[in-house]
């Protein structure tokens, strides 16, 4: 069975990085070069599609509204991928969800999530 | 970017009918976004019940089914319960990003 774990700081300050990490289990991330990516969800809105990465050929892609802060990596030794988030506001505060893509863009298996909130 | 575009609620019957839609302000969607469908009940994780526009999981329901109709991708209920209850989310994709509806709040009542 193919299980996410999202994991890394609740709480980030004004203007600094926030980063994310993914453990991937019951399943090699470098697999079939299968994709993997974040979804957020800020308090009370909707889904926002944040990035995606191939986890052999190493291909991102962003959402344009974040690309200039964001960086998406993949490390197949850990079976791991993460999320990096620059210069970071109170907007960016939300439940940062990482999943397996089926292609670039779908979503496809959902970790449970991490609330990350911005605030000094 | 591209705007995509879902009723904001929507209330079944017990045992009804419903169809949730899903447009682009690009125009027609077509299978070439390859529309997605999530559910998301309060305080959990979404789950992906429909991918490229109507293809279903192991985990997804009989009573919910995909399709594109009227220039839009669409979700169709038959036999609503009460545990469908939920929000119902849209994914398109567009050349190297995907974007989410705003979302659908399904009532059963």
């Known amino acids: ?120 | 970017q591209a705007v995509v575009t879902q009723e904001p609620s929507l209330t079944v019957s017990p045992g009804g009918t419903v169809t949730l839609t899903c447009g682009s302000s690009t125009g027609v969607v077509t299978s070439d976004h390859w529309p997605y469908w999530f559910q998301q009940k309060p305080g959990q994780a979404p789950r992906t019940l429909i991918y490229d526009t109507n293809n279903k999981y192991s985990w997804t329901p009989a009573r919910f089914s995909g399709s594109l109709l009227g220039g839009k991708a669409a979700l169709t209920l038959s036999g609503a319960l009460p545990e469908d209850e939920a929000d119902y989310y849209c994914l398109l994709s567009y050349p190297a990003a995907g974007v989410f509806g705003g979302g659908t709040k399904l009532t059963v009542l």
């Open chain 1, 1 to 120: 069975q193919l299980l996410l774990q999202e994991s890394g700081p609740g709480l980030v300050k004004p203007s600094e990085t926030l980063s994310l990490t993914c453990t991937v289990s019951g399943d090699s991330i470098g697999r079939d070069n299968n994709c993997w990516g974040w979804t957020r969800q800020s308090p009370g809105k909707g889904l926002e599609w944040i990035a995606s990465i191939y986890s052999t050929i190493g291909t991102t892609y962003y959402n344009p509204s974040l690309a200039s802060r964001l960086t998406i990596s993949v490390d197949t030794s850990k079976n791991q991928f993460s999320l990096q988030l620059t210069s970071v506001t109170a907007t960016d505060t939300a439940v940062y969800y990482c999943a397996r893509h089926r292609g670039a863009t779908g979503v496809d298996i959902w970790g449970q999530g991490t609330m990350v909130t911005v605030s000094s």
